[in-house]
């Protein structure tokens, strides 16, 4: 079990890559959350964040992420670098991870997060994630 805020990532080999044991992979649990799931009110300019609306206790306390890309956003070379960019904007804004173990969805619809400069990206994606954060029960 690896507690999200004293992770750490990895150093040697690729140490920007967004580890595993933050991803969220599975089709199943992905689908259920887009259909039932919670979503502040709020909308970001690059993207929409989705988590569930009840609390599932899980063995391990770390965040998983997905990243749902609209093909409205673009060609796939457009949609891979918006992953890319939204991948390194959620690794950098760490501090702001929930410290729950709660599947996160960041669903695009549009292009919008490719034309934003990475500095705007990467201050939504903070303030996002502090949302999610303080409308989790239990925490504050």
Do not use: C, Y
Not at 70 to 87: C, E, M, T
């Amino acid at each position: 079990m690896v507690d999200p805020l004293n992770a750490a990532f990895p150093t040697s080999g690729h140490p920007f890559r967004f580890p595993r044991q933050f991803r969220l992979k599975s089709p199943h649990i992905i689908r259920a959350i887009m259909q039932d799931g919670t979503s502040h009110r709020r909308r970001w300019d690059a993207f929409r964040l989705i988590w569930p609306s009840r609390s599932e206790a899980t063995a391990d306390a770390t965040p998983r992420f997905a990243f749902v890309i609209s093909r409205d956003a673009g060609p796939a070379v457009v949609r891979n670098r918006i992953k890319r960019r939204l991948r390194e904007a959620v690794r950098l804004a760490k501090s702001s991870w929930p410290a729950a173990s709660v599947p996160i969805i960041l669903r695009i619809n549009s292009d919008r997060a490719a034309q934003l400069p990475f500095a705007a990206l990467q201050s939504q994606v903070h303030q996002a994630l502090a949302d999610v954060k303080r409308h989790l029960p239990g925490s504050g």
